[in-house]
């Protein structure tokens, strides 16, 4: 119930703020300058993924013609400290 309550609560809000949105030119103003800078995000957002993946590939591509590199030697750990030992409590 709590969570049809939030919906129909949002479904109202977003109802009104359109219903504001359309009557005040102000707000039609700010709400085309938020659209605008979104799809300018998405658009640059893309533009990135789409340069990087690109990298991505060319360097997996070097990387499965180049020679397999020498293995490394497993490092090794370090060794564990032991807990210092208890100073016996002296009688008085």
């Known amino acids: ?3 049809l309550f939030w ?18 030119p102000k707000a039609k103003a700010v709400a085309d300058d ?3 800078a979104a799809v300018e995000f998405g658009t640059a957002f893309a533009e990135g993924y789409s340069e990087r993946d690109s990298e991505l590939a060319v360097d997996q591509t070097e990387a499965s013609t180049a020679k397999p590199a020498a293995k490394k030697a497993p490092a090794k750990k370090p ?3 032991k807990p ?3 100073k016996p409590a002296s009688a008085q």
Do not use: F, H, P, Y
């Open 1 to 3: 119930m709590k969570k």
């Open 7 to 24: 919906l129909i609560s949002g479904v109202a809000a977003g109802l009104a703020i359109a219903k504001q949105i359309e009557t005040n």
């Open 34 to 36: 938020l659209k605008r």
């Open 79 to 81: 060794a564990a400290k």
């Open 84 to 86: 210092a030992a208890k």
